[in-house]
T-cell receptor
């Protein structure tokens, strides 16, 4: 099993640019999570999906952030326009059922300059 | 809303010694799952151990064990015979059954194992 695959691993972009982070969950998993990790705020849940449907997006910081899951094998997190304070590591995770452990991708380190 | 609290920002231990990391949580649910994850400097999140709330027996995985006190809403992690490779950030996490499986993490505890 390839595990959860995130791309890119690193992203450096200029303030104001659009950024798209991608995630391929483990095949057969039906829950998907997006987290953001920073030194100041720790590991924050941004949004999570169950069976491709967004269940809770209360953690999305503002309208500049959006997430989609068009099918069971792909999800995106988009930031438009990006700001320096968006610099963080973004993790995607998936699980097979609602009450089991989640498996994490390697994360995307985003730097906005 | 469920919350998870780790009150120890940093801990240190000598190699081969035992260390316990603390975690408390708040929930009104009766059926839920608790986890400890490890994040080494590589930043990969690795599951260490899991506990189902309906099970009274504490979970154990090799050198890792938990002390689950449901009434006190406490879920501590004990690491026995600490090894240098245990140096990492450790996160406690809660996953409920009535909130479509929302997975909430604590703030993390940085554990350093000294030779």
């Amino acid at each position: 099993d390839a595990g959860v695959i995130q791309s890119p691993r690193h992203e450096v972009t200029e303030m104001g640019q659009e950024v798209t982070l991608r995630c391929k969950p483990i095949s057969g998993h039906n829950s998907l999570f997006w987290y953001r990790q920073t030194m100041m705020r720790g590991l924050e849940l941004l949004i999570y999906f169950n069976n491709n449907v967004p269940i809770d997006d209360s953690g999305m910081p503002e309208d500049r952030f959006s997430a989609k899951m068009p099918n069971a094998s792909f999800s995106t997190l988009k930031i438009q326009p990006s700001e320096p304070r968006d610099s963080a590591v973004y993790f995607c995770a998936s699980s097979v059922q609602m009450n089991t452990e989640a498996f994490f991708g390697q994360g995307t380190r985003l730097t906005v300059v | 809303a469920q919350t998870v609290t780790q009150s120890q920002p940093e801990m240190s231990v000598q190699e081969a010694e035992t260390v316990t990391l603390s975690c408390t949580y708040d929930t009104s649910e009766s059926n839920y799952y608790l986890f400890w994850y490890k994040q080494p400097p590589s930043r990969q999140m690795i599951l260490v151990i899991r506990q189902e709330a309906y099970k009274q027996q504490n979970a154990t995985e090799n050198r890792f064990s938990v002390n689950f006190q449901k009434a006190a809403k406490s879920f501590s992690l004990k690491i026995s015979d600490s090894q240098l490779g245990d140096t990492a950030m450790y996160f406690c996490a809660f996953r409920g059954g009535t909130s479509y499986g929302k997975l909430t993490f604590g703030q993390g505890t940085i554990l350093t194992v000294h030779p």
